[in-house]
């Protein structure tokens, strides 16, 4: 092979080394007990996190006034879209903001998605997905209608089934629908996108014996989920979020019962591998979700972090 084309190949694999490093990942955060709001954590290489600190945004929405759970999605148009739990029991409902540069954020809103149901216990860990192929937002959460479902050891007050609506601009919702129902309690759905009709969902078990993760398949992002696999974590986890790397999807979760952040790494989400041991995160940080930021944002909300 001559030097001029050796010379080529260099140029060529520098410039997408330095394409590549236009982004980094962005996991946001909240600190107990949910008061304070919006904190965040940014990676170059998706396993070691940095503090970007906290609080971005103050929690207003809800009666209670926290901000649990913050999912975040970037849309097309380079807006960051947020949800959150602002309550802990009670509520109809979740909280929303968007920002161009997760600094300055609009107003905070209020979306009763529960409203038409007069009963319902909660609105709980609300998690954006953006559809591509319909341009359309899909937000899940999960909430407790007592007496409408089967159960098993759970109390009625604590016997999940996750929900959905549909958005193009946050503004205008589709009818509250039933998302999954696997026959036990579940909460923290997370939808992960693999190919056209390619979809695989991870969920919690929330049921007393369980409260594990386990993936369900589908066709479509609205499902219908099914083939819902063994655990694939311990006792006492919550709170996934996923990120693809190199062909391979990394799951992070929050271990809560031994009070520790661990993820797996899994490339067909049939296998998992341990990779507990090859992550660092903040002190304090707990479960949201993880999207991209360009370069530009993110060197905004470092210079912002160092006020904090």
């Known amino acids: 092979m001559s030097v001029k084309k050796i010379l080529s190949i260099v140029f060529l694999l520098s410039m997408f080394n330095c394409a590549s490093k236009k982004e980094a990942y962005l996991f946001t ?26 609080p971005y945004l103050e929690p207003e929405a809800g009666d209670s006034k926290i901000m649990r759970d913050p999912s975040i999605v970037r849309g097309k148009d380079g ?7 602002t309550d802990w029991k009670g509520g109809d409902g979740f909280g ?4 161009k540069d997760l600094i300055h954020w609009g107003n905070q809103e209020y979306i009763h998605v529960m409203k038409n149901e007069p009963t319902v216990v909660n609105v709980w860990a609300p998690e954006i997905f953006y559809d591509e192929g319909e341009d359309r937002y899909i937000i899940i959460w999960a909430s407790t209608i007592p007496f409408r479902y089967e159960k098993g050891e759970e109390e009625e007050k604590n016997n999940h089934r996750m929900y959905y609506v549909t958005t193009k601009d946050f503004k205008t919702f ?8 696997p026959g036990f309690s579940v909460i923290d759905c997370v939808i992960v996108k693999r190919g056209k009709e390619d979809y695989a ?14 993936v369900a398949f589908g066709k479509s992002p609205l499902g219908p989920f099914e083939n819902i696999s063994e655990p694939y974590t311990g006792f006492l ?6 990120l693809k790397q190199d062909g391979k999807y990394i799951i992070y979760y929050d271990n809560y019962g031994e009070k520790n952040y661990k993820a797996v790494s899994t490339s067909d989400f049939k296998t998992f591998e341990d990779i507990s041991n090859k992550i660092s995160l903040p002190e304090g940080h707990k479960h949201g979700t993880i999207t991209t930021v360009s370069r530009r944002v993110l060197n905004g909300l470092i210079e912002k972090s160092k006020e904090k």
């Open 29 to 54: 955060s909240f600190r107990e007990p949910a008061t304070e709001g919006l904190y965040l954590t940014y990676s170059e290489d998706g396993y070691n996190w940095k503090d970007l600190k906290g």
């Open 79 to 85: 807006m960051y879209h947020m949800v959150w739990t």
């Open 96 to 99: 929303y903001a968007s920002s």
């Open 174 to 181: 589709s009818e509250t629908k039933l998302f999954l129902e």
């Open 201 to 214: 969902l991870i969920i919690k078990d929330n049921t007393r014996p369980n409260r594990n993760l386990k």
């Open 237 to 242: 986890s919550e709170g996934p979020t996923v």
